[in-house]
Each structure stands twice: as structure tokens, then as C-alpha cells.
């Protein structure tokens, strides 16, 4: 289809020739102009403010929110009935009041408020009706900016902002996104009686204060099902939407209302207090969905058009009691503009909700869920939010957004991971769910939880799939709007994308499809319980002597966890039992550990070898609270009895009761002595011989301990200590016997023995020489005892028995014979001589290692050295001291540890080695960047890929030094940026990257609907764009109109200026146009230079877009010629409500690449006449006057 040709005529000539020289008439044939657009990122719904104060997040497809029927969750075997009022179901009352929001815009927290106080009701089989504050939701939904140092507390700085100059929080309008968000983060849901609606409408309390938390808000599906003009209702989510209120409650949903009254808008029926509306104007008002009825006739309804079938929800208004009945209307399940359907599902205050529900503290960086924007990506996008735990707690749940129906949600939570690379912790969490809703989660962790100190950081990852692509899981303004605030802080959120491979700050500015958008913070709660007063408050510790009698009981109140616990005990503690009185909660199990690992309960006794050396409390909580171990250590001392004649015994076990009476004396004559004194050998008669008689009683009898005391004796001779001898004597008379016992060890004369009654004697012996003693010496393999000369001695001599011995470091003394000498009083003997060998201690020599590469560890490289000892060479190992270091290119060398085979008689040698250390080959890739024209360039950065850095190391350690030829007087374009690098342990390949500058985009101000918009390379960001739509009188109108074919439509003609030419390159020039039109084939036609040129291209996203190099009028054209699907889907990118992102094939200097339609310069009909008959009326006059003058000449001749 063409352009019609021009047959109007012009009356002036000179302005008909004009026309006739310069008008051209484009061959609109051409295809339009293809250009690739990757789907990556794509916006699919954006955040608008509509007409009638709402306030909508409009979706590309809403059949994203319908579930796949194999996913939906299918409720038993449980029918839907054909009717159900939640009024008076199963014979009780899930209904809120009816309420009025009076001339307020609050139409949406109504709706909101009524869904979330009609779940509590049912689910808390409330006995009294729930009332929420709608003004403290709307006034929390635009102050939202929270001032606490804290921002992971209540969101920072984030809040929705009004979106019309003169409104207010009441008057500016809303819709479930807001709400849903706002009540997500624990604002606005104070009880009705701390904010009441009055009016007038004032600031509310704290948006902090609410009585109850949201826990889910679920986006069902919607009902309407769109084709072009036709219309049908989903019965599927119909049925959805039923089972959902019977289960949790009443819906809301928005629907149109009619500006006038309702009674006279024609789709309303008094009588019947029904609602019907068929057209197609966008929902402007909240309602809460409380039943249903399928009966419902279409008669009921008012108005021309009557619904496509029978039914009807049951529905609360939030107009009064005094509205239709009683507050209650229905509402056609056919209603066009019905949508918004969704479930607002709340957990109780504290107070009177069930303890498990309740959690008591959220963390989160979002104020304002996704913001702007819903974006999607075909790479795999993962999110990250890092977190310092406020006190000790039990992390509990996540809390997170999806944006579509059937999303796969993956969460993982990890302790301890390194700034900027979330997975690097220690994961304590995972899980991957199904949802089958858009909206908002809370996701239980399903262990239970996990615990976490004050202090502690955590990190939680989480990743949204759905139809094939990724969801943003972060906040999104766009450029320019005027719709959210965002607050953000680097270091908080982090994102993880399939095409860097690498973790990165979350906070940065994409374009998508040319719409300059900010992101913020990941959309990630964390949800937590302050950590329960658990442990042991009380510790009783018991202590019993060894007969088992109590001897005394000392408490020890608030025992430290962290540290050990001393007790001190009685030296006659032979056991303990130990009792706990716990604080807020007991623990499942509580053990009593002993140092060798025995397992001992309260109350049971624990003997002293058990104790000793400590003992360890654990008590065992329920799944998600951290175990608590407590550590015993004691004190004791030991028992020691002594008796005047210094008798001495030591109990060190227990074994001695508190009531025994230790007694001893010394036996000079009587029978008793004499035999005693007979006993021992002859070589100790008429020596030194002290007889003590010993006794131990208890309450007047001999008492026989239940184990082996230590019995020390004193002794009083100062011959040498050799000789002294410790006897038991047993028997009477000549029958009486003496035992060998024991000599003086360390200068003490002591036995072990549990006999405490009867005879013991102290005898020296008087024919055994002195044993010689020996200076140390040194190990040496050659070096023989018979090297070691024995000192002489008088009477005798000393001599090895086996002198071919090597002395070795792990024996202490070597066996020699004494030889007396003639008229001696000594005996021939053999005793142990003591000798004292020491470790030899040897050298390494010639020690090196093998050549690393930088982030090998030290004990990858090959050392080679040896061992010398006095000259001789010493087998055994050599070993890096410690292996596990990560050498660097410059060292002075590392530290060795030889190990000897023979680790009796070498000590370990230390030495240093020398390893040469090759740099690490890396490769790093400087970050892409974007901004528009005329602003700076920010700081360059680079990335690095993960585990490329070696240990500790950071980009810091790099030193990079970037290069790019773009400045802010450089147009629009992609631009390389260049770098070279060094670093003292790595050698540094640099991948470049690319700065993509964008034009400037501007409005003509007040246009807040956006009918047209100019992007291009302004210097100054303040430019103004003027528009006049030119009067259908004008010679413009009238030239654009002359172009329309038969099925050609004028949709726009406008004049636009710019306050400023101080701008380069081209222009790219938008229009919106009515979206009846989308995928038609259009022209704009520009007309500049007294030339008209014409531009092809399609209706896409309701607009229609130019390239042009200066301003003059524009006229649109559309044709009822239809464009092929895919034609229409490159035709174009959406400059201002979002849209479709351009490929790596689109010039990076427009929106839409389209290219002007030569003009065939074919001479109009007009021309052909009309010029022709102006020629032959001028020649007329000129002949008419030299005739006339030849006239007048022939008459005055005659």
C-alpha cells in the first residue's frame, strides 16, 4: 500500500510551483529496516501510575502468573461448591467489617488490609475480629525511608514516591505491588485503635509498628484471557482462586469503577447491587473477594452488554455499610478490567499467634521489592545479601520474591565467607522449592535452622527460574522516573552471572532496550528468633569420700560456656555427682563426658580418676539451636596424714576416709623388736634398724583403705642411700619375717601398699660398695662402653660387663661387676651403673628445593639436603617445617626440619632452604561500563576470574593502569578501554573492555504520559524539548494529511523544538500512538529543507520511532496493513516505558534502527494542469494586450 497522490490545488502560484519543486513522494514498499534485539535482559512489567489513582506493575504477558495445571498444588479430593460465603461458612465469620475509605485513593490498603485480617481470622480461629490501619499501610507504602544506622534492619532509605505533583499518600493511589512489598518488609500493619481513618487523613505512627507480619503475599492467576479484541474467562483460575479463599481467606483484587456514581455509569444494578463493566479502561479500585456464587444469573446485571455467562464473586466494598448491601455487591466473574487477584496471608503479634509462626527479626537491604521494573534474563543470574548478625540468634527462614508463576527457587545460606565472593563460606543451608506463585515467600528453613553469634556475618544466595530465563532478584529504578527511591551501599547485595563466571557488586546501571536503569540491592530476607536463654543457670557439684558418704555440696551459678569452670575439691573427693538446673528451656539430651570419652547422666557417680582431669557438659537442643558445652576443671589436693614420728601417708585417690585416724611408734626392746630386729638378711645386722608399728583405725577399728596409698618413712643414717632398705615385718617370735621392700628413690624412702596396720623397719646394709657415679656423655655409633673408663675405688674395682655396648640415649644405666680387693670388708657384686647419654645433634648441609610456581604451596617443591655428625652422615628425612606456605617470587628462603631415622640418639636439625618461584600466569578483564553522553567516566575497575588469586591476595595486588580515547565531549558509542598490568607475583594478560556510552533522552515537561521523547548526545542534561501539535488547519496538517493513501490514518502531528542545538550526531525521535495500532505498518514523515522525507517502520510497544539529523514538523501514519509477528517484534525499542533491549548487531546511536524511504519525485497531477493552463492564461493576457494595444494604435492611425 502507498501514499495517495496529491490532487488538491494550491491557489498561489509561486506557492503551488514551490510545492510542485520540493514535495516528494516516498515508494513505501520497502521492508522496514531489520536489526537484531537480544532477549537478555528483557523488561516483562513495569511499574505505572494510571489514570484514577492506581498504581499498577502492568506485565508484558499476564499469563506468567498462571500456573501450569501439572504444577498446581491439588487439594485432596476436595470439591469447589457452587457458592461459599466466608460470611457464614461452616457456621462462623472470617469477615472483617465493612469500612469506608471516604474521597481518599486508599481503595488498594483497604483490599489488602481486608485480605490479611480475613486470614487471621480463619487460620487463628480468631474470636474477635482483626482490625488493621489502612492510613498506617498507605503512609508506610510512600515514607518508607528508615533512618537507623542499620540498614539491614527495615531497608535503609527505600520508599515509593508519589507519582503526582499535589497528592499525598491518600490521594496518590497504589496497588497490590505496594502494598505487597511494603508489608513484606514489616511496615504498615498497625492495629486500627493506634491509627485510626479519620479524617482528616494525617501522618501515621512509626511505618515500623505494626502488629502483625506478612508471610506470603501470593499473586494468583488472573481471570481475563485477552486475544486482540476478544475476551474469555479462565475457569481454571476461576477454580484456583475459589479453593484459595476457602482455604486461607478472603482475595483481594482491583477492578474499574466508574468516575461518576456508580448508579449512573450504566454497568452498575441498584436492585441487585451487581457490577458488570465490558470495556477496556484499567482497574482503578481495590476490593476484597469474600465468596462466590455460580448461580448468579446475567440478568442481574445491568447495562447493553450483559457478562458472557452466569456467576458472580461475593465482594466487599470499602465504600461504607451504607453502599450497596450492607457493604456487599457482586461482581461478575466477566468483569474486563477485574485482575490483581491476591492472597495476603499474615502470621500474629507476638502476643497471641502460636510461638512457632512468630519471627522476631528480619533482616533485609529492599525497601521497594523489584522497584520499577520486572527483568529477566536468559543467563543464569545468582543473588547474594551479606549480613552481621544483631545479637545470638537462630536464623530461621528466607524471605524472598518470585515473578512468576512455577518459579524453581534455589537458596543456599553460608557462614564466614570472604568479602565480595558470598560462596566461599561454609554452606549451612540449602534448598531448592517449587513455587507455584508469583508474589512474596517466606521459605521455613526445613532443618530448622541454624545459630549464629553476635557479630557473626552470614551470606544468603538465592536464584529464581522460570519459562527458560532468570529472574532479577533485585531492586530496579529507572532513570528519570519519579516512582521509587532507592538506597544502597556497596558491600551489601552481590550478583553471580552465567556470562562473567564471577561475583560482583550488585549496585550498578544497565540499559535495557535503551531504558537507563539503576539496580540496587538484592530482594533477599533473612528471617531469625533471638537466640532462647538456653544452658545451665545452676550447676550442683556433690562431693562423696570413698565410702560413699556425702561430704559436702558447693554451687556454681551462670557457668561460662567459653571458658572452663574451676571447682576446687576436698582432698577426700573420691567421687562427685553432678545436678543442672536450666534456664529458659531444657536441652533433649544433656552427657557428661570424662577425659577417656565415659559417658556419665546427673545424679550418677563419677569417681576421682573419671574426674580429675576434667569433664565435659553437652547438652543437646532441638534441630536449629546450637549445642551447648560447658568444661569442668578441678582442683585437688591430696589427702596426707603424718604422725609425730614423721610417718607420712598420701592419698591422692580418695581412698582415705575424712574419719581416719593415722598412728605410729617406734619399737626400741621387747620380744617384738628382737624377733623384727632378727628378720632381714645378716647383712644388715648390727647395722642402723629403726622398728615402727603402724596403725589406721576408724570409729576404734583397723581400717583396710579400698586401694593403694602412698606409706613414706623417714630415714636417719647418713650412709650412702644405696644401702638403706624399707622391710614388712610379718609373723611373731622366730616365725617372724621381713620382706624386701623398697630403697630411697629421689632422696624419699616410700611404697605403695593398702596395709596401714603392722610392723615396718628401716635397716641399712653395711658390705656393698658405693656405686660410682658417671659424667654424661654425648651418642656417638662408635663409641663404646669400654671407651667410658669407671672411676677407681677404695677397696675394689668397678669393670663393664658388656664393654662392646654402644651407650645409647634411651637407657639410663648399663650393668658393671665390682671386684673387691684383697682384705676388703666389700663383697663381689654386680649393679647398675647409672649413665647419661645425651642426643647427638647433626647439621644439614647442601639444602635447596625444586622451582614452584607462584600459588603452589611449599611442600610441592622437591628438597634435596643431607645430614652430617661429626663428619659422619646421618639417614633420615627432610621436610619442609611448614609445607602449606604459599612461597612468593622474592624469599629469603624457608625453614627445614631433618628427621633422623634414629630419633633415640639424634635430635631433630633446623635449617633454611632456597626455592626459586616462577610468576603465575593470569588473566584479568576490565569491567564494561555504561553512562550517557556528557557525564564523566567512572573510576575503571577490572575483574578477575574466581580462584585466579592466590591465598590472601586481592586486586589490590595488581597494579593496572587503563587507557580509553572517550571523555565526555565523546558521542555516543562503544568504546574500547585499555589496560596494562603488572603485579610483583603474577604475569598479567589484560582482556579489554568496553565503555558503551548512551544518549541523553529528554521530554516535553508535564508530558507525563510520554507521547513522544528525543534522545540524543546533548551537552547540556538540562535540555528542554517544546511540543505543539499543529492545528488541522495548518499548511503542515494539511501537507501530512495529502500523504494518506486509502487505509492510511494521520495519528500525530507535532512541531518539536529544542532550547538548544549544542548536541551531535543524530537524533532518534519517539512517538506514542494508540496501542489499537500495534503491529501496523507506519511512516513518519519529517519535513525539513522544503523537503519531505518518510520514514518506515512498525507500531511496536504502542510507539513509533525516527533518526533524523534536525527538528521540524512530524506527522505519523499508520496503515491498516498488518506487519508479520516477528517484523513487528525488531521494529522497535519502548524509550520510555522500557522495552526490548537492541542486539550486538544495532547501531549503538539509536533506538530503532530504520532507514528513510528515497523519494520517487514523480510530478503531481496538478503540476501536469495546472501549469500548462497558468502558461496559456499568461499567454491569453499578453496576447489580449498587444491585441488591444495594435487596437488602439490602427484607431488613433485612422
Excluded at 498462571?66 to 461448591?81: A, I, R
Excluded at 545451665?536 to 570413698?546: N, R
Excluded at 592419698?651 to 598412728?663: H, K, R, Y
Excluded at 490514518?1049 to 500495534?1078: A, H, I, N, W
Amino acid at each position: 500500500m502507498g501514499i495517495r497522490k496529491n490532487d488538491k490545488r494550491i491557489g498561489t502560484l509561486g506557492l503551488a510551483f514551490l510545492l510542485a519543486m520540493t514535495m516528494v513522494r516516498p515508494a513505501l514498499g520497502e521492508q522496514p529496516a531489520r536489526y537484531q534485539i537480544s532477549s537478555e535482559p528483557a523488561i516483562q512489567g513495569r511499574l505505572t501510575a494510571l489514570e484514577g489513582g492506581s498504581v499498577r506493575m502492568r506485565l508484558e504477558d499476564e499469563s506468567i502468573l498462571s500456573p501450569m495445571p501439572q504444577l498446581q498444588e491439588t487439594k485432596e479430593t476436595e470439591q469447589v461448591p457452587a457458592a461459599y460465603d466466608l460470611r457464614k461458612a461452616q457456621g462462623r465469620n472470617d469477615v472483617s467489617s465493612v469500612k469506608d475509605q471516604k474521597d481518599a485513593s486508599t481503595g488498594w490498603t483497604f483490599a489488602a488490609a481486608a485480605s490479611l485480617e480475613s486470614n487471621l481470622m480463619k487460620k487463628a480461629d480468631a474470636a474477635s475480629e482483626v482490625d488493621l490501619s489502612e492510613r498506617h499501610l498507605a503512609w508506610s507504602v510512600y515514607h518508607g525511608e528508615n533512618g537507623a544506622e542499620d540498614k539491614s534492619a527495615y531497608g535503609g532509605g527505600d520508599t515509593f514516591t508519589i507519582p503526582a505533583s499535589g497528592a499525598d499518600a491518600f490521594t496518590a493511589g497504589g496497588g497490590r505491588q505496594q502494598a505487597a512489598v511494603t508489608l513484606a518488609r514489616w511496615y504498615g500493619a498497625a492495629a486500627e485503635k493506634d491509627a485510626p481513618y479519620e479524617e482528616p487523613l494525617a501522618e501515621a505512627a512509626d511505618p515500623t509498628v505494626s502488629r502483625i507480619h506478612m508471610a506470603n503475599a501470593y499473586y494468583l492467576p488472573e481471570t481475563a484471557v485477552r486475544s486482540g479484541k476478544s475476551y474469555s474467562c479462565d475457569m481454571a483460575a476461576l477454580t484456583e482462586i475459589k479453593k484459595c479463599i476457602m482455604e486461607n481467606g478472603a482475595v483481594a483484587a482491583s477492578y474499574y469503577e466508574d468516575e461518576k456514581a456508580r448508579e449512573n455509569s450504566g454497568y452498575y444494578e441498584a436492585q441487585t447491587c451487581s457490577y458488570f463493566y465490558p470495556g477496556e479502561k484499567p482497574a482503578n479500585q481495590g476490593i476484597a473477594i469474600v465468596g462466590w456464587d455460580d448461580g448468579y444469573e446475567q440478568a442481574n446485571f445491568a447495562g447493553e452488554s450483559l457478562p458472557e455467562g452466569p456467576g458472580a464473586w461475593i465482594v466487599k466494598n470499602s465504600r461504607g455499610r451504607e453502599a450497596d448491601r450492607d457493604g456487599y455487591f457482586y461482581l461478575s466473574y466477566y468483569d474486563r478490567s477485574l485482575c490483581d487477584y491476591t492472597l495476603f496471608e499474615a502470621v500474629p503479634d507476638q502476643e497471641s499467634g502460636p510461638k512457632e509462626e512468630v519471627y522476631r527479626n528480619i533482616y533485609q537491604y529492599d525497601g521497594v521489592g523489584t522497584g520499577e521494573l520486572i527483568l529477566t534474563d536468559a543467563a543464569e543470574l545468582k543473588f547474594a545479601n551479606r549480613y552481621t548478625a544483631r545479637g545470638d540468634e537462630i536464623i530461621k527462614a528466607v524471605g524472598l520474591y518470585t515473578l512468576e508463576a512455577d518459579t524453581m527457587v534455589d537458596v543456599s545460606v553460608y557462614r564466614s565467607s570472604i568479602d565480595g565472593i558470598p560462596e566461599s563460606g561454609q554452606e549451612v543451608y540449602h534448598q531448592s522449592t517449587m513455587i507455584p506463585y508469583a508474589g512474596f515467600h517466606t521459605l521455613p528453613m526445613e532443618n530448622g535452622g541454624f545459630s549464629v553469634k553476635a557479630g557473626e556475618d552470614f551470606t544468603v544466595v538465592a536464584s529464581a527460574q522460570s519459562g527458560g530465563h532468570y529472574q532479577y532478584l533485585q531492586e530496579a529504578a529507572v532513570d528519570g522516573s519519579n516512582l521509587v527511591r532507592l538506597d544502597y551501599e556497596k558491600g551489601q547485595s552481590y550478583y553471580w552471572s552465567e556470562e562473567n563466571g564471577t561475583w560482583q557488586d550488585a549496585v550498578r546501571q544497565i540499559t535495557v532496550g535503551d531504558v537507563p536503569v539503576q539496580l540496587g540491592n538484592a530482594c533477599i530476607k533473612v528471617y531469625s528468633d533471638t537466640a532462647p536463654d538456653l544452658g545451665i543457670s545452676k550447676l550442683a557439684i556433690t562431693e562423696k569420700d570413698a565410702e560413699g558418704k556425702r561430704l559436702l555440696t558447693q554451687p556454681v551459678y551462670d557457668p561460662d560456656p567459653a571458658d572452663g569452670n574451676k571447682a576446687a575439691l576436698s582432698s577426700y573427693a573420691s567421687s562427685i555427682t553432678l545436678s543442672m538446673e536450666y534456664r529458659a528451656e531444657n536441652p533433649e539430651k544433656a552427657v557428661i563426658l570424662s577425659s577417656d570419652g565415659t559417658q556419665y547422666e546427673a545424679e550418677e557417680d563419677i569417681p576421682r580418676k573419671a574426674f580429675e582431669q576434667g569433664l565435659l557438659i553437652h547438652l543437646d537442643y532441638a534441630d536449629g539451636i546450637e549445642s551447648r558445652d560447658y568444661r569442668l576443671k578441678f582442683s585437688l589436693s591430696d589427702t596426707q596424714l603424718t604422725t609425730p614420728e614423721q610417718v607420712i601417708v598420701i592419698d591422692n585417690q580418695g581412698i582415705v576416709p575424712q574419719d581416719m585416724v593415722l598412728s605410729s611408734a617406734v619399737l626400741t626392746e621387747g620380744s617384738v623388736y628382737e624377733a623384727a630386729y632378727k628378720a632381714p638378711e645378716a647383712d644388715v645386722q648390727g647395722g642402723s634398724f629403726v622398728l615402727y608399728q603402724l596403725s589406721a583405725q576408724r570409729n576404734g577399728e583397723k581400717y583396710l583403705p579400698g586401694g593403694a596409698v602412698q606409706l613414706e618413712f623417714p630415714y636417719y643414717d647418713t650412709t650412702d642411700e644405696k644401702n638403706i632398705r624399707l622391710y614388712s615385718i610379718s609373723g611373731t617370735g622366730n616365725a617372724s619375717k621381713a620382706s624386701d621392700l623398697t630403697g630411697v628413690k629421689d632422696g624419699r624412702l616410700m611404697l605403695e601398699t593398702d596395709v596401714l596396720n603392722g610392723l615396718y623397719a628401716v635397716a641399712v646394709r653395711t658390705n656393698i660398695p658405693t656405686i660410682p657415679k658417671m659424667p654424661g656423655a654425648v651418642y656417638d655409633p662408635e663409641q663404646k662402653l669400654s671407651d667410658i673408663p669407671l672411676p677407681a675405688v677404695k677397696g675394689g674395682a668397678w669393670s663393664w660387663i658388656n664393654e662392646d655396648a654402644v651407650p645409647s640415649a634411651d637407657q639410663s644405666s648399663y650393668a658393671a661387676r665390682f671386684t673387691p680387693a684383697a682384705g676388703s670388708s666389700y663383697e663381689a657384686c654386680i649393679m647398675q651403673i647409672p649413665l647419661q647419654v645425651q642426643k647427638a645433634a647433626p647439621m644439614i648441609v647442601s639444602a635447596g628445593g625444586s622451582t614452584l610456581v607462584y600459588g603452589q604451596r611449599l611442600g610441592e617443591s622437591d628438597l634435596t639436603a643431607s645430614a652430617v655428625c661429626n663428619g659422619k652422615h646421618v639417614p633420615g628425612s627432610f621436610r619442609w617445617k611448614d609445607p602449606v606456605v604459599l612461597p612468593g617470587v622474592d624469599n629469603g628462603g624457608f625453614e627445614i626440619v631433618f628427621v633422623p631415622d634414629d630419633r633415640v640418639n639424634y635430635e631433630e636439625a633446623y635449617s633454611t632452604a632456597s626455592i626459586g618461584v616462577l610468576k603465575k600466569q593470569i588473566d584479568i578483564t576490565v569491567a564494561d561500563q555504561i553512562r550517557s553522553f556528557g557525564k564523566e567516566n567512572q573510576p575503571f575497575e577490572f575483574n578477575v576470574y574466581e580462584n585466579a588469586l592466590v591465598g590472601h591476595d586481592t586486586k589490590d595486588d595488581i597494579h593496572v593502569t587503563y587507557q580509553c580515547a572517550a571523555d565526555q565531549e565523546t558521542v555516543a558509542g562503544t568504546y574500547p578501554i585499555m589496560a596494562e598490568a603488572s603485579a610483583e607475583n603474577y604475569n598479567v594478560s589484560v582482556k579489554p573492555g568496553v565503555l558503551k556510552i548512551t544518549r541523553n533522552m529528554v521530554k516535553p515537561q508535564g508530558d507525563t504520559q510520554g507521547r513522544v521523547c528525543i534522545v540524543g548526545n546533548f551537552k547540556n542534561r538540562d535540555t528542554r524539548l517544546l511540543c505543539a501539535d499543529l492545528p488541522m488547519e495548518s499548511d503542515e496538517y494539511q501537507m501530512f494529511q495529502e500523504r494518506a493513501a486509502d487505509g492510511m490514518e494521520l495519528v500525530s502531528c507535532q512541531e518539536l523544538l529544542l532550547d538548544t542545538d549544542e548536541y551531535l550526531g543524530k537524533l532518534m525521535v519517539t512517538f506514542r500512538v494508540d496501542p489499537k495500532y500495534e503491529g501496523r505498518k507506519a511512516y513518519v514523515l519529517h519535513y525539513a529543507d522544503q523537503k519531505m522525507e518518510a520514514y518506515e517502520t512498525v507500531v511496536a510497544n504502542a510507539r513509533v520511532s525516527a533518526e533524523v539529523v534536525s527538528l521540524s514538523p512530524f506527522g505519523v501514519l499508520v496503515s491498516d496493513e498488518p506487519v508479520d509477528q516477528a517484523a513487528a517484534a525488531k521494529a522497535g525499542a519502548d524509550v520510555t516505558d522500557g522495552g526490548k533491549q537492541r542486539g550486538a548487531g544495532d547501531s549503538v546511536d539509536s533506538v530503532v534502527t530504520v532507514k528513510p524511504v528515497e523519494t520517487a519525485k514523480k510530478v503531481p497531477m496538478w503540476v501536469v494542469i495546472g501549469i500548462p493552463a497558468a502558461a496559456a492564461v499568461i499567454l491569453l493576457v499578453v496576447v489580449s494586450i498587444v491585441l488591444v494595444r495594435r487596437h488602439l494604435r490602427k484607431k488613433k492611425g485612422s
